[in-house]
């Protein structure tokens, strides 16, 4: 059974930072493409950022030079890094997982993700 936790969330005053933490229960995180997605109220889910299991990244423009996602093998646990944060980044973040090592920037961007997180709540306001 896979489970992922998410944790990190928070409230924050714009310009200020949260890091968010993803632990992949139950399989080796290693040899997944891992992906962090928003939503805010009355929006769609976006694809923030992700990462495939060799390591490449794709980031949401909105989010480049602000954000970095990684992730720590040994630990089974994925990492966002959220600096400079706007009101506008106020949203539910999840994250997602996908058997695949490379699901692909297209598949990423419809959500195409096999296990999700339930999600932890992130609040930009002063």
């Known amino acids: 059974q896979v489970q992922l936790v998410e944790s990190g969330g928070g409230s924050v005053q714009p310009g200020g930072s949260l890091r968010l933490s993803c632990v992949l229960a139950?399989?080796?995180?290693?040899?997944?493409?891992m992906g962090w997605y928003r939503q805010a109220p009355g929006k769609q889910r976006e694809l923030v950022a992700r990462?495939?299991?060799?390591?490449?990244?794709n980031y949401a423009d909105s989010v480049k030079g602000r954000f970095t996602i990684s992730r720590d093998n040994a630990k089974n646990t994925m990492y966002l890094q959220m600096n400079s944060l706007k009101p506008e980044d106020t949203a539910v973040y999840y994250c997602?997982?996908?058997?695949?090592?490379?699901?692909?920037?297209?598949?990423?961007?419809?959500?195409?993700?096999?296990?999700w997180g339930q999600g932890t709540q992130v609040t930009v306001s002063s």
């Open positions: 997602a997982a996908d058997q695949d090592p490379d699901l692909g920037l297209d598949y990423a961007l419809r959500g195409r993700y096999d296990y």
């Open positions: 139950g399989r080796r995180l290693s040899i997944y493409d």
């Open positions: 990462i495939t299991s060799g390591g490449s990244t």
